[in-house]
């Protein structure tokens, strides 16, 4: 060889590298890209987005071209590179070829170009979608074949090319994927969405208001007494009953009785010919589903009733609604009138607090798989009526009773200053 020819392999085997390198680093960006991104790309028009689509359409021929193409260069400049070699040092040179170019292209043509591609897929992918698609093109038929070799070799040994992993997300896989978007979507964005998601594992009866708790009309008052109570309602629906709860006639809207009241009207017929026939929901119903037969039915006011019949509570399209969007305040001390905080950091505790609301807007951690109370959560826990001060830990928060009355505990104080994970299931039952 001359010096010129010398020169030029020398130039080729550097393109080979470098075209060793497109490959490698092409296999690696298109199947780094994020298929959801990369389908909202192309729908969005994004040229690169669609081509490296239609190539990751079928991913065989795409692997197909990229391997046959990369393989190629490999070989022809190991070849090459073996020529030069004997050319300079003869038969010694083989080894020393074999060895550096070994080097080369593990350093120049696949570590590094497929580690920036990984880093960065879609600045690798899109612009060598440019190259690949009228690649494919022009080999097609010689992709084609090698596809149609491995998928037969596949076949005979029991695999199969056309039953893929599903694309579609499940439930806790998007919710994964929310909890990964980090600050592409709003902290209260991603809650509203996780809460969604959540929807079909909360019940009717973990958001109700507990009949003890149900605020109504009882026709068995005077009429001042009636009028009293409308008056001073802080609900715009009530339901109307009889001596007891359980004998429900209806649903009043407040604004239905306004006329009457102007009027000096306001008798029991009329709150009766105001109401609204009641709309009762099982207990156990998913929210989700509620939610759906609340729109359904054209109805924001349900009775919750369990399998005998009897009236557990009452659920409102409202309080679906602050499940997903949450409470519309964020003073805890506003968001329940059970919620008192101390000067030492504690906080008072109504017994019928809810556990679900606690942890919601206090941010605890109490145990939420059971009982729905702070009052039935420590029953549970002590499996017995608890005097007063009598102390515990449950969930890792220090508990100490401080009234309990009628067989209930009526208020506890929780110090979640000293919470610490639990180390067992049993030390949650510690007490004192």
Request: net charge negative; glycine share 6%.
């Amino acid at each position: 060889m001359s010096g010129l020819s010398y020169w030029l392999a020398f130039a080729a085997l550097v393109g080979l590298v470098a075209l060793s390198a497109f490959f490698s680093s092409s296999e690696t960006s298109m199947m780094a890209l994020n298929r959801y991104r990369l389908r909202h790309l192309a729908e969005q028009g994004h040229r690169g987005a669609r081509r490296a689509k239609r190539l990751l359409d079928r991913p065989d021929r795409l692997i197909g071209l990229i391997l046959l193409g990369n393989n190629f260069v490999n070989i022809l400049a190991s070849s090459l590179a073996t020529l030069i070699a004997v050319q300079l040092w003869g038969n010694a040179g083989v080894p020393i070829a074999a060895v550096v170019l070994t080097i080369v292209i593990l350093i120049f043509a696949e570590v590094a170009p497929k580690t920036l591609a990984a880093v960065h897929p879609e600045r690798i992918a899109f612009p060598a979608s440019l190259i690949l698609l009228p690649l494919l093109r022009l080999l097609y038929p010689v992709v084609v074949a090698l596809n149609w070799l491995s998928n037969g070799l596949l076949k005979v040994l029991g695999a199969s090319t056309e039953d893929g992993e599903d694309d579609t997300l499940s439930a806790d896989e998007l919710r994964t994927v929310l909890n990964q978007t980090g600050s592409h979507i709003s902290r209260r964005h991603r809650a509203m969405l996780l809460s969604i998601l959540d929807l079909d594992n909360v019940m009717v009866d973990d958001i109700m208001v507990p009949r003890a708790e149900i605020h109504g009309i009882d026709l068995a008052d005077n009429e001042r007494a009636i009028a009293e109570a409308l008056l001073h309602s802080q609900h715009t629906r009530l339901p109307i009953y009889r001596g007891d709860m359980e004998n429900v006639e209806g649903v009043v809207h407040l604004r239905k009785l306004l006329e009457s009241a102007l009027q000096g009207k306001l008798t029991k017929d009329a709150v009766l010919d105001a109401c609204d026939d009641p709309y009762y929901v099982p207990r156990g119903t998913p929210l989700h589903t509620q939610l759906v037969n609340f729109q359904s039915k054209e109805e924001r006011f349900a009775l919750v009733v369990d399998e005998y019949g009897d009236i557990d509570g009452v659920v409102t399209l409202e309080d679906i609604l602050e499940e997903i969007v949450g409470q519309f305040t964020t003073d805890p001390n506003d968001l329940s009138h059970d919620v008192h905080q101390q000067e030492d950091g504690s906080y008072l505790i109504d017994g019928s607090a809810t556990i679900r609301e606690l942890n919601r807007t206090m941010q605890w951690q109490l145990p939420a798989q059971g009982p729905r109370t702070v009052n039935g959560l420590i029953l549970e826990y002590m499996e017995a009526i608890p005097q007063r001060g009598t102390s515990l830990r449950i969930g890792g928060y220090p508990v100490e009773i401080i009234q309990t009355k009628d067989n209930v505990v009526k208020t506890a104080k929780i110090m979640p200053d000293l919470w610490r994970p639990p180390a067992s299931e049993d030390e949650g039952k510690e007490n004192s």
